[in-house]
């Protein structure tokens, strides 16, 4: 009897254990995924708009509208170096959307175009950060030349001289209806003047444009004839020798 009770006891305590088994699998369910809420797909955008418009600003910071005018010294695929007026070498990039002009406007113009020595005018986008200018418009201009030196030869006929500069080379210069003359003293400062007035020996300084005919040929536009410098000396009207025929008598400003 002993026996058999034991055996039952036994049987209805791993009943008991197997029951409490199952109850706790039951009470203590598997975990679920957890589900995204709304807004956290809102706050995720947020951020990257944030993120993109902190870019954007960083970028606009380095980045400006600036024009630059220059001589060109090198041209390759879309790249344009230019050195400017303080001979600072500047690097222009081209693209599909950069506009180019010509000296003739009605002529077709494009990078093909551009040689060494072309003066150009040219309005961009300068990033600050790699100093480099992205053109949107191109212009090929003509840039004044400034020029200084000592009087050698007059034509009274034909309105022109002759100019040695510094460096030993002569240059024929023309004076126009346009051309403005002037003389400077340190007792009067700039006054008037006229191309009567100019003689040989003179110091003078001008700006003008080569000769669209003639390219070797200075039209001046501005003279100005520094009396205190030099010795004026009447000489006989040289004879014209570089043109057929004499030009209009230059008014005197």
């Given at each position: 009897m002993k026996d058999i009770f034991a055996i039952i006891l036994v049987i209805l305590l791993l009943g008991a254990s197997t029951a409490l088994t199952l109850a706790a699998e039951t009470a203590t369910p598997s975990p679920s995924p957890k589900?995204?809420?709304p807004g956290d797909s809102l706050t995720k955008e947020i951020t990257n708009l944030k993120e993109k418009i902190a870019s954007r600003v960083a970028e606009l910071k380095l980045v400006e509208k600036r024009g630059i005018v220059g001589i060109v010294t090198e041209v390759k695929d879309t790249e344009?170096?230019?050195?400017?007026?303080?001979?600072?070498?500047?690097?222009?990039?081209v693209d599909e959307l950069t506009k180019f002009t010509g000296s003739d406007s009605k002529a077709t113009f494009g990078i093909s175009d551009i040689k060494k020595d072309m003066s150009l005018a040219i309005l961009g986008r300068y990033n600050k950060q790699s100093e480099r200018l992205l053109a949107r418009f191109v212009k090929q201009i003509t840039l004044p030349k400034f020029l200084s030196g000592t009087i050698t030869?007059?034509?009274?006929?034909?309105?022109s001289f002759s100019l040695k500069d510094a460096s030993g080379k002569t240059i024929d210069i023309?004076?126009?209806?346009?051309?403005?003359t002037q003389s400077y003293t340190k007792e009067n400062g700039v006054v008037r003047s006229g191309f009567s007035k100019l003689f040989v020996g003179d110091s003078v300084v001008l700006s003008g444009f080569p000769d669209k005919k003639d390219p070797t040929r200075i039209v001046a536009t501005r003279v100005l004839l520094l009396s205190d410098?030099?010795?004026k000396t009447e000489i006989e009207s040289s004879p014209p020798t570089t043109r057929p025929s004499a030009k209009?008598?230059?008014t005197e400003q």
């Open positions: 589900k995204s809420l344009i170096t230019l050195s400017d007026s303080k001979g600072n070498t500047r690097f222009v990039d030869d007059i034509d009274k006929t034909g309105f023309d004076v126009e209806n346009v051309t403005k410098f030099t010795k209009p008598t230059a």
